[in-house]
């Protein structure tokens, strides 16, 4: 039996439950001062006529650095040609950031692009 996602994401500005799980990662970062600032869906990437990219978050380091992560329970195939792609085109550190069980420890991995 094939096991069916909905199409789509939610209204552009609300987080889903990992999205939102990672934020409050972030937050914590953010009290400790490993992170200065971060937004959600803060900046929108032009990667070729019609086509955008949105990472999930955009995230500046105390050494001033950007990033963009990408929060997923899961990766479609598009979403990580995306990415490479944007990583290619402009000089951020992108980041796909996955979730972690809870059974495995929970937290998230991080994969540089």
């Known amino acids: 039996m094939k096991a069916y996602r909905a199409l789509g994401r939610l209204k552009q500005g609300v987080m889903n439950s990992t999205e939102a799980e990672y934020a409050n990662h972030l937050k914590l970062l953010h009290m400790a001062g490993d992170v200065v600032w971060y937004k959600f869906e803060g900046i ?4 070729a006529d019609n086509t955008f990219y949105t990472p999930d978050f955009i995230v500046m380091l105390k050494d001033g650095s950007l990033q963009a992560h ?5 990766w479609e195939d598009d979403a990580k040609v995306k990415i490479k792609v944007a990583s290619d085109l402009y000089p951020l550190e992108f ?3 996955k979730k972690v069980a809870k059974k495995l420890g929970g937290g998230f991995t991080q994969e540089f692009f």
């Open 44 to 47: 929108k990437f032009r990667l």
């Open 70 to 74: 990408e929060v997923k329970g899961f």
């Open 95 to 97: 980041i796909a950031v």
